[in-house]
């Protein structure tokens, strides 16, 4: 079994699709960031960043004790190592399966992030900060739909994780973006939210936050944004 902490976001949702895809057995523990569950000492213990997802794997490979994992790329290599699923076999495939993970992690996943951020969340709309990310998130779009252009999925043929940590980023009506301007982005996105594992996993976010609020209150807005060393104990 493994214990999965977990909140409906876009890294949140890359687990919860290699889980439901793999169909292996797990537990939603639901940490709500924004009434500061990612806070407490012993979510800490398993994940010292203050960030889910996370999760305790109670009958890892060798054997030994339970263990724990943060960070959603993190996770996504330890699932695919647990399970030899979604990651090539060959040198080269893996190399080129985890290049494309380290892109998410590194520049899809923060740059939309920051989109998302003075879009959506900032109390001041600074067009400059707006602009600025809005471009960013074009050019990756057009990176990715370059990518796609000869290849059904990030890898190539065979579905992987480098697909499931870069789709739930993508959303494009929040992120100031037109599909039909990235047709073969536009065909792997559809493709990967039909499978009925994808369904499966976003279903599950309705257990933690059946009825998530409209509007973001200033309390949780220090809680995600407003944070400083003074949180770090």
Same mark, same amino acid.
């Given at each position: 079994?493994?214990? +999965?902490?977990?909140?409906?976001?876009?890294?949140?949702?890359?687990?919860?699709?290699?889980?439901?895809?793999?169909? *292996?057995?797990?537990?939603?523990?639901?940490?709500?960031?924004?009434?500061?569950?990612?806070?407490?000492?012993?979510?800490?213990?398993?994940?010292?960043?203050?960030?889910?997802?996370?999760? @305790? %794997?109670?009958?890892?490979? %060798?054997?030994?004790?339970?263990?724990?994992?943060?960070?959603?790329?993190?996770?996504?290599?330890?699932?695919?190592?647990?399970?030899?699923?979604?990651?090539?076999?060959?040198?080269?495939?893996?190399?080129?399966?985890?290049?494309?993970?380290?892109?998410?992690?590194?520049? *899809?996943?923060?740059? +939309?992030?920051?989109?998302?951020?003075?879009?959506?969340?900032?109390?001041?709309?600074?067009?400059?900060?707006?602009?600025?990310?809005?471009?960013?998130?074009?050019? +990756?779009?057009?990176?990715?739909?370059?990518? +796609?252009?000869?290849?059904?999925?990030?890898?190539?043929?065979?579905?992987?994780?480098?697909?499931?940590?870069?789709?739930?980023?993508?959303?494009?009506?929040?992120?100031?973006?037109?599909?039909?301007?990235?047709?073969?982005?536009?065909?792997?996105?559809?493709?990967?939210?039909?499978?009925?594992?994808?369904?499966?996993?976003?279903?599950?976010?309705?257990?933690?936050?059946?009825?998530?609020?409209?509007?973001?209150?200033?309390?949780?807005?220090?809680? *995600?944004?407003?944070?400083?060393?003074?949180? @770090?104990?």
């Amino acid at each position: 079994m493994i214990d +999965l902490y977990y909140w409906p976001t876009p890294n949140g949702h890359k687990i919860t699709m290699f889980l439901e895809e793999a169909k *292996l057995p797990y537990r939603l523990i639901a940490v709500n960031i924004g009434k500061g569950d990612q806070f407490n000492p012993d979510f800490l213990k398993i994940a010292p960043n203050n960030r889910m997802p996370a999760i @305790v %794997d109670h009958a890892p490979n %060798d054997g030994k004790r339970p263990i724990s994992v943060f960070e959603s790329g993190a996770i996504l290599l330890y699932l695919a190592g647990k399970t030899g699923k979604f990651l090539p076999k060959d040198l080269r495939g893996q190399v080129e399966v985890i290049e494309w993970l380290m892109w998410q992690m590194g520049g *899809l996943g923060p740059m +939309l992030g920051q989109n998302h951020h003075f879009s959506q969340y900032a109390p001041e709309k600074i067009p400059y900060a707006i602009e600025r990310y809005t471009k960013e998130t074009s050019r +990756l779009y057009g990176v990715l739909n370059r990518r +796609l252009a000869d290849r059904a999925y990030i890898a190539g043929k065979q579905y992987t994780i480098a697909d499931m940590a870069a789709y739930p980023w993508l959303i494009p009506d929040r992120q100031g973006q037109n599909m039909a301007d990235f047709p073969h982005l536009d065909r792997w996105h559809q493709s990967i939210n039909a499978r009925p594992a994808t369904i499966r996993a976003y279903a599950r976010r309705n257990e933690v936050n059946p009825t998530p609020p409209k509007v973001m209150g200033e309390a949780e807005r220090k809680l *995600l944004f407003g944070q400083d060393k003074s949180v @770090v104990k």
